[in-house]
C-alpha cells in the first residue's frame, strides 16, 4: 500500500519523518562494506545512486535508454533524473531511514536533491582516506570492474576530490559531517560507524 502514503507529486506525505545520510568517500574508501554494515544493524536501506542508474539502463526504459545514450556521450546525467530515480526507490522501499552512497557527486546535485526532494541529509557519514590507501585497495581487489586500473582509478580521485570534496565542505560548515578514519581495518571502521548510528539503535537480526 506504498500509493496511499504518498502525494500527487510522489513526495512523502508531511507527518512521516524521513531521515537520510549522504555516504561520501573516494573510490576504495571502504564505503560499500561499511553501508551493508549499517543497513544489518540499524535498519536503514541502502541506495546507491550508480546501482540505479545501472537499473535503469538494464530496464530498456525509455528514460534508461536516455541514460545510456548521454553516459556514452561523456554526458553527465542530470541531476534531477538522478534524484526521481533515489525519490522512486525511497518510496517503493517503505521505509524511512535511507543510506545515500556515492551522491551528492557535487554541489549541482546537492542543491537539486534539496530542492527536489526538500529533505536535508540528517549527515554526511565521510569515509576519509589517503589516496595511496585506496589505490593499493583498488588495485588488490581485482573485482572484474573494467575501471580498476591505474590510469582511471588516478582519474575517478581526481573527480572525487574536485566535485565532491566541495560537497563534504558545504555540510562541513553546517556540523553535519561525521568522519570516519577508513584507512583502518574493516572492523575497527565499523566501530567507529556504529557509534555514530547509536541513536537509530534498531538492530535487524
Do not use: W
Amino acid at each position: 500500500m506504498v500509493d496511499a502514503s504518498k502525494d500527487v507529486n510522489g513526495s512523502f506525505p508531511g507527518e512521516k519523518k524521513i531521515t537520510v545520510v549522504f555516504v561520501l568517500g573516494g573510490p576504495g574508501s571502504g564505503k560499500g562494506t561499511q553501508c551493508a554494515n549499517i543497513v544489518k544493524h540499524f535498519g536503514f536501506t541502502h541506495l546507491s545512486a550508480g546501482d540505479l542508474l545501472r537499473a535503469e539502463i538494464k530496464s530498456g526504459s525509455e528514460n534508461g535508454t536516455m541514460i545510456q545514450n548521454m553516459i556514452r556521450e561523456g554526458k553527465i546525467v542530470p541531476s534531477e533524473v538522478t534524484i526521481k530515480l533515489l525519490q522512486k526507490a525511497m518510496l517503493e522501499s517503505g521505509n524511512d531511514k535511507f543510506l545515500i552512497d556515492g551522491f551528492p557527486r557535487n554541489t549541482e546535485n546537492r542543491a537539486a536533491f534539496e530542492n527536489v526532494t526538500k529533505i536535508e541529509p540528517k549527515f554526511v557519514l565521510f569515509f576519509d582516506c589517503p589516496e595511496e590507501e585506496m589505490e593499493r585497495r583498488l588495485l588488490s581487489r581485482n573485482q572484474g570492474r573494467d575501471d580498476d586500473n591505474i590510469e582511471t582509478i588516478r582519474k575517478r580521485f581526481k573527480v572525487f576530490v574536485e566535485s565532491s570534496l566541495p560537497v563534504v565542505e558545504y555540510y562541513d560548515a553546517k556540523g553535519k559531517v561525521r568522519k570516519i578514519d577508513a584507512a583502518k581495518p574493516i572492523d575497527e571502521v565499523f566501530e567507529a560507524v556504529k557509534a555514530i548510528f547509536a541513536p537509530f539503535n534498531a538492530e535487524v537480526v
